[in-house]
């Protein structure tokens, strides 16, 4: 490792990327108040597998005359005992060409890749044992990558805010004015852009922060610096934006999702604060996910957290020796129909009594699927095994082998994690000062253990296999159905059961936390008790009136509210749908048990009412009104005309296009008419003047209202009238 400019020392990693011109990786490294680049040489390689070496011998030599291969040799992978070819390109840039060429070579069947797809920044990192803002000197860690209690060097971050001639921005709009932190540019155009330049050189600061920078401010501000010849430097080094790929939209667990494309700074870092991972664990919680996976932190801030778990697992088995595959493509087990049959399904269901109940536990197990993969060691390699054909673990039902002679992947990347978010927990309970910071962290975690149990049955998951994925719900309806049966020992009643948790209703009274610690002890995973309810409210399904999985609102006996699946917890809900629930739930917080809760609906309609005189009388702010719906198509694809399309329609008609994924906000104006000009009016567009349609949102007030008093036979009609 060498400076730039200059000498290396101590300090924190901000940030580390490839010079693709040059074929070094820069590192940038905080130390006191300044910031210095330094350089390294790395030179990644591909490794291609044949079981034949002399065929791989045969490759290395027609590949020597190949421009954009620097050397070859047949090299041992010693994790995986077998012999490799080792090529190395002659530059970081022709890396993808290499592996392309030798794909085809083998008819894109012969050749088996390794290492191709994996970021430069992460193999780097790897290869040198550091990760984001580690503490090093002169290159080297000074603590552990899996420390839970670390400092992180304070970061100068300001705000960067680009108003515009219109009221929904474009790229075709003007540029009025650019604050960045307390400072404000404003004059022609170029000037501005000038101006931001001075300002960003004059605080220097080490993050920028953007509202929505990657989807607008940040290709706005370089649409303009190109239009007027301006050399835009936000970073300390100049950035070449024109290479960025464009967003994309697509699908994900039944929902319609977009990710914009990412504008990151060299030398500096650009967040954007509608990013999952800064909205769920803040900065902090980015930090300690950037350590864990290895990755930079302005390329974690974009991810999502499956890819961060991928990073992770990726992280781990480069450290153990392996190379990771390229285009994997492991097709599923072959199976008998009575094999599917039981092989594919989901967790444990036990569909819950409608209705309101008195004094019920809830109970949840800490984990509950990370722990099974910890426990029973599931992981692609460790299912089906070849050196255990007679072992005697196998997984309930299904009868898959579980290796017994190695720990598998899988297991060795979860089980910290688990470790770190219990660690959190504790941390949060014990130290109240920094209880946001340890929450932070620790939520992210819960994310990413979630998402791990997802990835198992991803087919296009780097260490996914769908066998894991049916073991790990094996094991977790095993589990359930066992700790029922023992809570019905201990004196309960099951009243519902979903994957990882437990409401019983006790005969008599019982020792709730002694009962949780036999089942533990007894399952092998933590049983947590989440709490006692005053009283539970199980909700129905629409249509069927049977038991929803998980819709219910109780209130708990330390005064606080659990709720789940209304209204007030979904994110197209306006917030004055959200007030009138919570005015309701104000008033039912005050009943101890079922039957003053009963005693007490007169006076939570009575609220809801409030609300609704409220919005007929016109005290109602547009804000409150502000309905959020996910674009799920492209407009020319919908084939009813609804509120979505009059707002896309008014959108294109000021020339801004958004795709499926973002979000619509828009304010109902008149829901009868046929007129997209006046169905709805785009929330950016609004000016104060326009008038709501009542009538649409008292439906949508009173049926919230309903929803929560179902299971004593209200509907939308009766909640108006009030009976």
Not at 454 to 459: C, D, E, V
Not at 542 to 564: I, S
Not at 696 to 710: C, D, N, P, Q, S
């Amino acid at each position: 490792m060498r400076p730039s400019s200059h000498g290396p020392g101590r300090g924190w990693l901000l940030d580390v990327h490839p010079d693709h011109a040059r074929n070094e990786m820069v590192l940038w490294v905080k130390s006191g108040g300044r910031v210095r680049r330094m350089v390294d040489d790395f030179s990644p390689c591909i490794y291609v597998f044949h079981p034949d070496t002399r065929r791989l011998r045969d490759l290395g030599r027609r590949l020597r005359i190949v421009d954009a291969v620097g050397r070859t040799e047949v090299d041992i992978n010693t994790a995986a005992a077998s012999r490799v070819l080792a090529v190395h390109p002659r530059g970081y840039s022709d890396l993808k060409e290499c592996a392309r060429m030798i794909d085809s070579l083998g008819g894109y069947y012969d050749y088996q890749l390794y290492n191709v797809d994996v970021r430069l920044s992460q193999q780097y990192m790897i290869s040198r044992g550091i990760y984001p803002l580690c503490l090093m000197d002169n290159g080297r860690p000074l603590e552990g990558q899996y420390k839970v209690d670390y400092r992180i060097p304070r970061l100068r971050t300001v705000d960067l805010r680009v108003k515009t001639s219109d009221r929904m921005p474009s790229m075709h709009s003007g540029l009025e004015k650019i604050v960045l932190g307390d400072m404000e540019m404003e004059g022609g155009e170029a000037d501005i852009l000038q101006g931001l330049n001075d300002a960003v050189r004059e605080l220097d600061p080490d993050i920028i922060m953007t509202g929505t920078g990657d989807s607008f401010e940040m290709p706005f501000l370089a649409h303009k610096a190109l239009m007027h010849d301006v050399e835009l430097m936000l970073g300390r080094e100049p950035e070449n934006w024109d290479a960025i790929r464009q967003g994309k939209s697509y699908f994900s667990y039944g929902s319609i999702l977009y990710k914009p494309p990412s504008y990151k700074l060299k030398g500096r870092l650009h967040f954007d604060r509608s990013s999952f991972i800064l909205g769920e664990g803040g900065f902090h919680g980015l930090v300690d996910m950037a350590r864990l996976s290895r990755l930079p932190l302005q390329t974690t801030a974009r991810i999502s957290p499956g890819t961060a778990i991928s990073a992770m697992q990726v992280q781990r088995a480069m450290q153990d020796g392996y190379a990771i595959q390229w285009k994997k493509n492991r097709p599923e087990d072959f199976k008998t129909a009575e094999e599917l049959l039981m092989a594919d399904r989901g967790g444990m269901i036990f569909d819950p009594i409608v209705g309101i109940h008195d004094n019920i536990v809830e109970a949840d197990f800490v984990s509950l699927y990370p722990n099974i993969m910890v426990h029973y060691n599931i992981s692609p390699e460790t299912l089906q095994c070849q050196c255990c054909p007679g072992t005697r673990r196998l997984v309930p039902e299904l009868h898959y082998r579980i290796c017994e002679k190695r720990v598998g992947l899988i297991p060795k990347v979860v089980e910290p994690l688990v470790r770190r978010r219990m660690a959190y927990k504790v941390m949060a309970g014990t130290r109240p000062e920094m209880a946001e910071m340890y929450k932070a962290r620790a939520s992210l975690l819960k994310w990413t253990l979630v998402t791990c149990f997802g990835y198992t049955g991803y087919k296009n998951a780097r260490f996914g296999r769908i066998e894991c994925h049916e073991s790990i719900n094996a094991y977790g309806r095993d589990i359930m159905v066992r700790s029922m049966e023992m809570a019905e020992r201990f004196g309960y009643d099951v009243l519902h059961g979903i994957i990882d948790s437990l409401w019983l209703k006790p005969n008599g009274r019982r020792d709730h936390e002694r009962a949780c610690r036999s089942i533990s002890r007894y399952i092998g995973i933590p049983l947590e008790l989440e709490g006692v309810y005053r009283w539970i409210l199980f909700l129905p399904n629409k249509g069927t009136n049977t038991g929803a999985l998980n819709r219910y609102y109780g209130l708990f006996d330390t005064g606080e509210y659990k709720v789940r699946g209304i209204a007030l917890r979904k994110s197209d809900t306006p917030a004055f749908v959200k007030q009138g629930q919570r005015d309701m739930l104000d008033v039912l917080s005050d009943a101890e048990d079922s039957a003053q809760f009963q005693k007490l609906m007169p006076r939570a309609l009575e609220a809801l009412e409030c609300q609704a005189e409220r919005l007929r009388t016109g005290g109602c702010s547009l804000d409150e009104l502000v309905i959020s719906k996910r674009i799920s198509r492209e407009l020319e694809e919908y084939r009813v005309f609804n509120d979505q399309v009059a707002g896309l329609r008014q959108l294109l008609d000021v020339g801004v296009k958004p795709n499926p994924g973002q979000r619509l906000r828009y304010v109902i104006t008149d829901s009868e008419s046929n007129d997209w000009r006046h169905r709805v009016r785009v929330a950016d567009l609004l000016d104060g003047s326009e008038n709501y349609d009542s009538g649409a949102y008292l439906k949508l007030l009173y049926r919230a209202g309903a929803e929560l008093l179902a299971p004593f036979g209200y509907d939308e009609s009766s909640v108006r009238l009030g009976q």
